[in-house]
């Protein structure tokens, strides 16, 4: 059966494209079936999803399909999708009054450049909204980040339970100090928790960073522990050293941890194993390993963790990720946790693909216990597709320059300048691409989300596309301008 309407139905879902392909077919809707052994598939739910007038993205309608008819279901609708300002209001299914109610409201504020400057997340209760989480972001007259805040309201005990913020500080466009602090409701003021000292060599790459606690006895900082990078004559991160100055008295732990990265001839990262310091043998011992597998276009086929233990350096745990491609598309995704009794490798999770033409019409998935290796179920996602959207060149172009909300990249940008992506996992690696518009790499840096990251490579004035990602996906892409 051929899944590509050739009518308009007026409900499809947003499908992201390159400034380079124009136009291509829109996610019109999804039906959803269970399996159980040796059963037939049971449809259990239909997603539809919606454009407004102006093609823009403009909610959905997510219907559960129960024994007794349709039930549990939940729509979205978006009150506001400009330059400015993204209002998501998502509406639940009252059984009682047979209507649809307010129950969640997602707000994005961005300013003038495209940046986002506030997040609001709200639930409806009692006849009103209630804040649920808030972020604002302020950004300095270059263009870097400033000052992040947060709050978190339980609702459960209906108050604020986390006001916290982080302020940044600046050297010649270089992060010098990262300081978090906490809201103390019994003295209305904001009260230290911790900061982080960072040092840059002669190249402008980070050299060191300096975390400390916040000691409110003797009212002044304690050493934490600290961090040293090396690099490469190419300039690649080589490795992360951790001293934990509070641990040296400890058997197990003196220098602390060391994370060594490895890369292939393009510059991927390929292997990063990590060391705990042992010191009744003052040698290093390994922790875990984890890697990174790709194909001739680039594509992630397979990523992999494995933890060792200590005492007899043999794998404990761990799991990978697999992956199959045909041209750029994806055939399947395998997930395996690795069991430590037979020594190796068990499915947890199977998906296959198929298409019509480049078009996905079909998605099987297959999960199994961790713990039994039963089959707990498998699903059917079987897609609709409306006819091509077209879109202006113009309009593809400025998506590029709006699509990021997790990197704070001055734009125009200063070389040297810090970059830094508040919304990524600090412990994990990430990678800064600057490309030029002819889809040349011109600079690649590994570099981990907690710590800012910056262009020191010498690049003529212009614009460029810089990107930011790990091993599975994009998380950033912005055209921007460096200044001559």
Known sequence: MKKINLFFLGLFAAVGMEAQELTQPVLDSIHVYEQAEEADWT??????NQYGANGLYSGNLIVKIGEEGFANSSATEMLANDKTEKIR?????????????????????????????EILNQFFEDGQWHDHYMKKTVYNAQGLVKEEINKYYDKVKKETTVHERTVYAYLKGKMVEKSQQMWDLSTQNWRNIKQTVFQYNDKGLLKSSDTQNWNANSNKWNQG??????????????????????????????????????YNRKGELV????????????????ISEKWFEYNSDQKLTEEGFKRYDLGTAEVNSGYRSQYEFDDHK??????????????????VVLQTFEYDGNIQTDAYFSQWD????????KKHFERFWSSAKKEKPEEASERIEVASSECAIPNPYTIGNSIYCSELEADEDYQLLVYDLNGKLLHRQTFRGGDPVSVNESLAGGMYIFKVQDPFKTRSTQKVVIGR
Not at 43 to 48: A, M, N, Q, R, V
């Open 43 to 48: 449809l259990t739910e239909k997603i539809y």
């Open 89 to 117: 209001l998502q509406k639940k299914w009252d059984a009682d009054s047979q209507k649809w109610v307010a129950d969640k409201k997602f707000v994005s504020k961005y300013d003038e450049k495209g940046r986002q400057i």
């Open 225 to 262: 522990s600290t961090d040293v990078y090396q690099y490469s004559k190419k300039g690649e991160l080589e490795f992360i050293e951790t001293d934990f100055e509070a641990n040296k008295e400890q058997t197990s732990l003196k220098k602390g941890k060391r994370s060594n990265y490895v």
């Open 271 to 286: 292997e990063k194993n990590m060391f705990l310091w042992d010191n009744p043998s003052q040698d290093w011992k390994p």
């Open 330 to 347: 994806k055939l399947l995704y395998r997930s395996q946790n690795w069991d430590a009794d037979k020594a190796g490798w068990e499915d």
């Open 370 to 377: 961790a713990e039994t290796d039963e089959l707990m179920y």
